[in-house]
């Protein structure tokens, strides 16, 4: 099984600034399968990224992923009121499919 | 437009047999993969497993596998999760999520349910 572990465990960011979230797989992650997720509280996920570096429909270009390997980045260019939430990422190319354990962007 | 809709909230004692579902509308449900993830009170997301409508396909994570059940009745286009004997750890919300595919590129989850709260005490 992947493990996947992200950093920090909390950001904290003012708005307008960039926010960089890493997340580390224990062994190479195929064909680089990674997504990113971000979850309000009270609400279900929302894919934001997904192969690494692909944004999903809808979503801003501020956010950018990129990444290979082992090594992944989830990158908000210029922090909106709207961005503050907890990040997850998630590995589907190998069996079974593990999530990190999140980095909450908080205001500070 | 793509819907899934989760069954409501569910209050159980241990060792009763729960079932909830994940109705999809909007898509084909039997060409794209129905996957379920548990997100215990105030922790991160867990992977459970994941079942191919079209011809049942299941896959299960170790760490769930043997403790839920997973199925579909694509007639109806609903995806389900079972327990046979819950127990208080289940406590949690189990949301259902479309994905594209099993593996492979866009294999995300890409529509997700509301979020169904299980509760489990005595």
């Known amino acids: 099984e992947i493990v996947l572990t992200q950093s920090p465990g909390t950001l904290s960011l003012s708005p307008g600034e960039r926010a960089t979230l890493s997340c580390w797989a224990s062994?190479?992650?195929?064909?680089?399968?990674v997504a990113w997720y971000q979850q309000k509280p009270g609400q279900a996920p929302r894919p934001l990224i997904y192969?690494?570096?692909s944004r999903a429909p809808g979503i801003p270009a501020r956010f950018r992923g990129s990444g290979s390997g082992t090594d992944f980045t989830l990158t908000i260019s210029r922090l909106e009121a709207e961005d503050f939430a907890v990040y997850y990422c998630q590995q589907y190319g190998s069996s079974p499919r593990t999530f990190g354990q999140g980095t909450k962007v908080e205001i500070k | 437009e793509v819907e899934l809709v989760q069954s409501g909230a569910e209050v159980k004692k241990p060792g009763e047999s729960l079932k909830i579902s994940c109705k999809g509308s909007?898509?084909?449900?039997?060409?794209?993969?129905i996957g379920w993830v548990r997100q215990m009170p105030g922790k991160g997301l867990e992977w459970m497993g994941i079942i191919y409508p079209g011809d049942s396909d299941t896959r299960y994570s170790p760490s769930f596998q043997g403790h839920v059940t997973i199925s579909a009745d694509k007639s109806i286009n609903t995806a389900y999760l079972q327990w046979s004997s819950l127990k208080a750890s289940d406590t949690a919300i189990y949301y259902c999520?479309?994905?594209?595919?099993?593996?492979?590129?866009?294999?995300?989850?890409?529509?997700w349910g509301h979020g169904t709260l299980v509760s489990v005490s005595s």
């Open positions: 062994q190479g992650v195929p064909s680089n399968y």
């Open positions: 909007g898509f084909d449900f039997t060409n794209y993969w």
């Open positions: 999520a479309r994905h594209f595919g099993y593996f492979g590129s866009q294999a995300y989850g890409d529509y």
């Open positions: 192969d690494a570096s």
